[in-house]
């Protein structure tokens, strides 16, 4: 069940960890329940977020690449929001909107709080690293829990 609150009592919780080159992601889980967010199929990554997942932000693929309704929706009011000040192609192309609309690294908690959240929510960056094509790359993947979802730990 989803409590709304009328305004955050404080910022949002933000904590960035970073493993240590060449080791693999780790599987994160709830905070809250326990709940892996994920499982290993194969050589695949399988989402199975629990209801406390608000989000989470693949740093490979560069976007959210899963989001609860809550965090779907707040995400439409703030992009509402960009596009209102940034109406045009032209505008769009400018710094301003560049830093506006960015949420790579510590602007996280900022474009975070704009979009409503505040203690409630913990957002875990996770960085890790290895090699690709022969060259080191480091890649860092953001989940968010929002501890206002109140929901029993699945069973």
């Not at 409590?3 to 080159?21: D, K, M, N, T």
């Not at 060449?22 to 892996?36: D, K, R």
């Not at 959240?117 to 968010?144: C, E, H, K």
Request: overall charge negative; glycine content about 8%.
């Amino acid at each position: 069940m989803q409590h709304a609150f009328a305004q955050p009592a404080g910022p949002v919780g933000y904590v960035a960890i970073e493993q240590p080159f060449g080791v693999e992601p780790p599987v994160v889980h709830c905070p809250i329940c326990g709940h892996a967010q994920s499982v290993l199929e194969g050589d695949e990554y399988l989402q199975t977020p629990c209801a406390h997942l608000a989000f989470v932000f693949g740093g490979e693929e560069d976007e959210f690449i899963y989001a609860s309704e809550d965090f779907a929706a707040r995400f439409a009011r703030f992009d509402a929001a960009l596009q209102a000040r940034f109406p045009d192609a032209e505008s769009q192309n400018s710094d301003a909107f560049e830093e506006a609309s960015r949420f790579y690294r510590d602007l996280f908690p900022t474009r975070l709080a704009e979009m409503g959240y505040g203690s409630q929510l913990l957002a875990l960056r996770i960085t890790y690293g290895g090699m690709a094509d022969g060259a080191p790359v480091w890649f860092s993947d953001v989940y968010g829990f929002d501890y206002a979802t109140l929901q029993e730990p699945p069973r």
